[in-house]
């Protein structure tokens, strides 16, 4: 079984702060990691995923996350925020399984005010 | 490429009465999921085919939800009857299945609200 845990439900910023959005994640297998945006009114878009090798990776739109295997934890960070980052926010993770699914977390609504 | 279209957008019911949710994924992508998002919460997922078959469904209301894919490619969702917790956004993603590392393609959701 896994799970994710979304630390923070709603992440209020100013523009052009840094924002770091949490995610814990548990598993009883290797996983591959994700964060997924959504825009209001629209489906789920890969920001950025770890799948091995490097515990930081840089997604679309100058969102990075680290992967820590010992704190169980895959946060995802922007040095500067624009207002076109209003948005929520999923983590995910998926056993690296053939036919493994992918478990979501309850999401975070970044807010980004002028 | 085109993306995952689903059908419709949007649904007003009545509580007990039926509903029909149709998606066509990404071509080529051997893997179909149907997830709900209930307000407030991220995606749970309800099934999950590879080509024609079952993979995982064990979180799927069989008492009144159903879900099927025709020669491994579109799916469709029923919900019959319908309850009022069942208004949600239901989502549609596939994946590849050679080489698969998990990313999800979802499309944009058909929203459910049941009165």
């Known amino acids: 079984a896994q799970s994710v845990t979304q630390l923070d439900s709603q992440v209020p910023v100013f523009e052009e702060a840094p924002v770091e959005l949490r995610c814990n994640y548990s598993?009883?297998?290797?996983?591959?990691l994700f964060w997924y945006v959504q825009y209001p009114n629209q489906g789920l878009q890969l920001l950025l995923k770890?799948?091995?090798?490097?515990?930081l990776v840089k997604g679309i739109n100058g969102f990075e996350a680290e992967f820590n295997k010992s704190q169980t934890s895959f946060h995802l960070r922007k040095p500067s925020v624009h207002i076109s980052d209003t948005a929520e926010y999923f983590c995910a993770v998926r056993a690296n399984t053939n036919a493994g699914k992918s478990t979501f977390g309850d999401g975070t609504t970044l807010t980004v005010k002028p | 490429e085109a993306g995952v279209a689903q059908s419709p957008r949007y649904k007003i019911i009545e509580k007990r009465q039926s509903v029909a949710f149709w998606c066509n994924p990404i071509s080529g992508h051997a893997t179909l999921y149907w997830y709900q998002q209930i307000l407030g919460q991220g995606p749970k997922l309800l099934i999950q085919?590879?080509?024609?078959?079952?993979?995982?469904d064990s979180q799927l209301p069989k008492d009144r939800f159903s879900a099927e894919r025709l020669k491994g490619v579109d799916s469709t969702l029923k919900i019959q009857p319908a309850k009022l917790e069942d208004s949600a956004v239901y989502l549609c993603?596939?994946?590849?299945?050679?080489?698969?590392?998990?990313?999800?393609?979802f499309g944009e959701g058909s929203r459910l609200t049941v009165l």
């Open positions: 085919f590879q080509n024609n078959g079952v993979v995982d």
């Open positions: 770890y799948l091995s090798g490097s515990t």
């Open positions: 993603a596939s994946s590849k299945l050679q080489g698969n590392t998990g990313e999800l393609f």
């Open positions: 598993s009883s297998v290797s996983v591959y």
